[in-house]
Nanobody, 127 residues
Framework: QVQVVESGGGSVQAGGSLTLSCLAS????????MSWFRQAPGKEREFVAA????????WYTESVKGRCTISRDNAKNTAYLQMNSLRPEDTAVYYC????????????????????WGQGTQVTVSS
């Protein structure tokens, strides 16, 4: 089982930037595909970005393409989500999720695919 802990949330004005971090620990944590999801008040959790365990395959939801970059440093067992040009509609609790996989270029975009979740970090964007 992989454990993940998010950090880096905060409050910014529209147009600002934040970088979220997700530290993974446990057996096979460096062989885990990792993704970011978010949940705004009154809304369902939605997929944001995904990365394969080797870092060479990524995918983004349409609304963040060109504004967000997912990356990882397996030496640090950490994945990142760099968010630029933030908008008020990006306000949500952001969750990191991990799934052990030994397929190098595989990533996951559906919440039900994951069995390891962090506690979430709040991102608030004011207009």
């Amino acid at each position: 089982q992989v454990q993940v802990v998010e950090s880096g949330g905060g409050s910014v004005q529209a147009g600002g930037s934040l970088t979220l971090s997700c530290l993974a620990s446990g057996r096979a944590s460096s062989s885990s595909a990792m993704s970011w999801f978010r949940q705004a008040p009154g809304k369902e959790r939605e997929f944001v970005a995904a990365i394969s365990w080797n870092g060479r395959a990524t995918w983004y939801t349409e609304s963040v393409k060109g504004r967000c970059t997912i990356s990882r440093d397996n030496a640090k067992n950490t994945a990142y989500l760099q968010m630029n040009s933030l908008r008020p509609e990006d306000t949500a609790v952001y969750y990191c999720a991990a799934k052990v996989t030994y397929a190098s270029y595989t990533y996951y975009t559906t919440a039900n695919d994951f069995d390891s979740w962090g506690q979430g970090t709040q991102v608030t964007v004011s207009s």
